[in-house]
Each structure stands twice: as C-alpha cells, then as structure tokens.
C-alpha cells in the first residue's frame, strides 16, 4: 500500500519532508485515538462499545437462525423476510422515552420524508427477501462471505450520491473483496447441499449479490436523508428514520406475506418442523428479536461513531458469521473458502486503512 497524499499537497522535487515511517504513523494513530477517547465521557464508550456488540453478536444469531429455519423444514422466504422486520416496536419503546427525558419533539413528517421513509422501507422489505433466497439455497457461511460484498456497493454508492470521498486504498479494498466473491463463485461444486440444485444454488448466489448491492444503496439513500431532507443527526433523528423506515418495510412485507397466503401455511409448517411447533416457534421469535438487536446496535453506532464505523462493523460481523456457521452448523469449509474468508479480512483492512486516512485528511 503506497502511502497517501495530503489532499491538495504537492509534492516538490526539493521537499525537505523525509518519508513517514511506518513506526511514525502508528504512533500518530496511538495519539490520535487516546485524544478521541480523552475528548468523550467514559458512557460514550460504554454505550459505543455495548452498540457494536450487539452489531457483531445479534446480526450472525440472526443469520444463522434464518438458515436453521430452512435447514429444518421451513420453507417461506416470506415468513422469514417478515421476522426480520416484526421487531420494529421495540424501536418505538426505546424512541419513545427519548421524547420525555431528552426534552425533545417528534421530527415533523412532511411529503419529502414520509415518501423517502415509505420507498428506504420498500426498498428493505426487498432486501431482505433477496437474502431469504439466499439462505434458504445457499450455506450460512457462504451466503455470508457473499454479503460482505455490501461494503463494495456501500462505498460505490456513497461516492456516487453522497459525494463520500474514495482513496486508493478503498479502492484497493473494493477489487479485493469482489476477488474474494470470485473465489467463492470457483468453489461452488464443494458446499452445495444434496437436496439444491444446481439452479437454485445460482439462484441464491444471484441473488445474495444483488441484495448486498441493495443493502449498499440502502445504507447511502440512508445518509443522503440526513443531509438532505433531516439536516441534522442525533440520537431521536437516527430513532425515527428508523422506525419509519421499519414501518413501512414491514406493511410491505406483510402485504406479501397476506398475497402468497403464507400466514394459512405456518400451522403445516410448524407441524413438519423438525424438533416440534416449539423449536418452531422459538426459531421465528429469537429471528425477530436478534435481528432488531442488530438493528438498534448500527442505529447507535450510527449516531455515537459515523457511518464509517457502522459500515466497517456491518462488513466484519460476514466472517464471523461464517465462522460460526462452520462450528454451530458444520457448513462445510473447503481450502478455497477459508483462502476468500483471510481475502475479504485484508479487504476489510484496506477499507478501514483508507476509511481513517480519509477522516483525517483535510476538505
């Protein structure tokens, strides 16, 4: 990685600046970092750090629950897109609060935010069927490595709406990371499960790429509200877009689920289930639960960090998903799978490298 420049410095063939060690800029980031930490109260941290748990535990719980759901007999790609999405009360009883002991109002909803909350929220409840298909087809711990490709689109789409600045080693990232799904796309004879075809695997394939690149335009049309429309970020604001983006997603996904008569055949379903109706039962509602988890945790990240850090802990939480699939689920773990999962960590490092060399360069 060759170092960057700063923004709007020329460099001049008699420049008396010796290069930078490696040991010197490490020891800049050291400073850097126990300044940031000095400049916050310790419950910023706490919070900070509690939030980015509940990003890295409760998002693989909810993958991998949505895999159990179809390994074990259920079928719905509905009913599962729909769980995801059940939780969205539990935003409102931590919004709500807000509201009293903050001393703030509800952010007034004109046609511009009410028509961007309603399409962000069309917009999830299709994202999150796109991944239903690719868990019901494919592995966890491959479908995973496939979504880690969010951060790719994250950063294209951010460029091209948001104006989000794109360095060299970003850009590094983004080739590295599609050469990892590349590999994936190599190895796929090795993980296939003997009840999928051959169709139904490219189809999962297909289409966990195309949510990750709806989760990335997502997460940029999702700042662009922000800056656009809200003008402002705090604690309430990030809440309500929130929850209305939620809202909306789930009367979308409930529509779907009411048209394909998907509500009628959970009775079946939880009959067939293997291990009873509990298990069943107990499988949706722990989905519902750990995925809202995970929302609220990159809500705060959201507010307390940047969307940065929020990416960043969005794309780390793939590996360790997939990590825990091998373990928990016994997904299988070929050579050329393990040597995409250490390709998409030195993928995530550039990202993070070029993310911090960004944040300190100056406009």
């Given at each position: 990685m060759q170092p960057l420049l700063e923004s709007g410095g020329r460099m001049d063939e008699d420049s008396p600046n010796p290069p930078v060690s490696l040991h010197a800029r490490i020891s800049a980031l050291k400073t850097m970092a126990w300044e940031e930490y000095k400049s916050k109260p310790i419950s910023h941290w706490i919070l900070l750090l509690l939030s980015s748990a509940a990003m890295l535990v409760a998002f693989p719980a909810s993958s991998l629950l949505s895999r159990i759901y179809f390994a074990n007999g259920g079928t719905s790609k509905w009913i599962i897109s729909w769980v995801a999405v059940?939780?969205?009360?539990l935003t409102a009883l931590i919004l709500l609060p807000t509201y009293f002991f903050c001393k703030t109002f509800p952010t007034p909803l004109n046609l511009k935010l009410t028509l961007s909350y309603a399409f962000l929220g069309f917009l999830s409840a299709a994202d999150n069927l796109m991944y239903a298909y690719a868990y019901a087809y494919l592995p966890a711990s491959t479908a995973s490595l496939l979504a880690s490709s969010s951060l790719v689109f994250s950063a294209l789409f951010g460029y091209i709406l948001v104006k989000n600045k794109l360095n060299a080693s970003i850009v590094n990232a983004i080739v590295i990371i599609t050469a990892a799904m590349t590999i994936?796309?190599?190895?796929?004879?090795?993980?296939?499960?003997d009840y999928v075809t051959e169709k139904q695997y490219i189809l999962g394939f297909v289409w966990d790429i195309l949510g990750s690149a709806l989760h990335g335009?997502?997460?940029?049309?999702?700042?662009?509200?922000?800056?656009k429309l809200l003008g402002r970020r705090s604690f309430h604001v990030v809440l309500e877009q929130?929850?209305?983006?939620?809202?909306?997603?789930?009367?979308?996904?409930?529509?779907?689920?009411?048209?394909?008569k998907d509500?009628?055949?959970?009775?079946?379903?939880?009959?067939?289930f293997e291990g009873g109706k509990s298990s069943y039962y107990l499988v949706l509602i722990w989905s519902t639960i750990t995925f809202q988890l995970g929302v609220l945790g990159a809500t705060a990240v959201l507010f307390l960090s940047?969307?940065?850090?929020?990416?960043?802990?969005?794309?780390?939480?793939?590996p360790l998903t997939s990590i825990a699939a091998v373990i928990l689920l016994n997904d299988p773990m070929s050579g050329l799978k393990?040597?995409?999962?250490?390709?998409?960590f030195w993928g995530f490092g550039c990202y993070i490298y070029g993310s911090s060399s960004g944040s300190r360069d100056p406009s």
């Open positions: 059940a939780g969205w009360p994936i796309a190599l190895d796929s004879d090795s993980d296939r499960y335009l997502i997460f940029a049309l999702s700042e662009l509200v922000f800056v929130q929850l209305g983006v939620s809202l909306f997603a789930f009367l979308f996904t409930t529509i779907g689920v009411i048209w394909n509500f009628q055949g959970m009775a079946s379903e939880a009959r067939s940047s969307t940065v850090l929020a990416g960043v802990l969005n794309a780390v939480r793939v393990i040597l995409s999962l250490i390709v998409t």
